[in-house]
């Protein structure tokens, strides 16, 4: 055991910047073809993004109406505004063909993107989701401020004893309509799948290949300096 150590190290010390060079050569091409196959795969093929949406509920048909929200946010006014603000190099009518809007429930809205480049497949439903979400949670907060204070205005506001049964009720609907009242939010968020059904954020990590290839050097390195004590034995 003690002669098989010694004619180890020895063996290392020959051949140790050769065994040395193996895994920094291993780690170097894992990272080089994980990166090659990154970019290899960079806007190739379909790519299919979808996301699902509750609409807010607050008497505000255009934006809590399947029908009406499909109307506006397929609208060229609505998505050159999302093109703009997000600076995305994608026409409004290419991104009306190829989009797709869902109604599941009455208030669930399926949005579904498809297009060759899955940076801008991916940007370009993230902008109409926020796009929407804002424009519909802007007027959600108008409108509740409005019935608040209509609550405040009617509770401050002295009537007569006959009209004092119709305020009790017209303060009861208000404030049902509050307690009932939704903001529109993301039920599932954008999420991106390649043709494959493959999602994006399931491709390779080069640090890790990188971490991988240095580890298969190293075994090899260490095959190859205990093989000869093997077939010695």
């Known amino acids: ?14 051949f140790a910047v050769f065994l040395l060079l193996i895994p920094v050569f291993t780690g170097v091409l894992s990272f080089v073809l994980a990166e090659g196959n990154d970019n290899s795969q960079l806007n190739k093929g379909v790519y299919f993004a979808d ?9 505000d048909p255009k934006l809590n109406h399947p029908n009406s929200v499909k109307n506006l946010v397929s609208s060229s006014a609505f998505l050159n505004e999302v093109i703009s603000e997000n600076n995305l190099d994608i026409e409004a009518e290419e991104l009306q063909q190829n989009m797709t809007l869902e109604n599941v429930y009455d208030e669930i809205l399926i949005i579904s993107l498809t297009g060759t480049d899955q940076d801008i497949v991916k940007k370009s439903l993230q902008g109409i989701v926020d796009k929407f979400l804002a424009l519909s949670n802007d007027r959600y907060t108008e409108w509740s401020k409005i019935v608040n204070e209509t609550v405040q205005d009617l509770q401050s506001t002295k009537v007569s004893q006959e009209e ?3 305020q009790k009720e017209f303060l009861y609907d208000l404030r049902q309509d ?56």
């Open 1 to 14: 055991m003690k002669q098989t150590l010694s004619s180890v190290v020895a063996r290392f010390k020959k």
């Open 164 to 166: 004092e049964v119709e």
């Open 51 to 59: 996301t699902t949406i509750s609409l807010g509920q607050f008497n």
């Open 178 to 233: 509050i307690y009932n009242a939704s903001e529109a939010k993301v039920i599932e968020p954008v999420s991106l799948l390649d043709e494959n059904g493959i999602g994006s954020d399931n491709g390779e990590d080069p640090f890790k290949k990188t971490v991988f290839g240095v580890i298969v050097g190293l075994m090899l390195s260490a095959f190859l300096l205990l093989i000869p004590e093997v077939f010695r034995s």
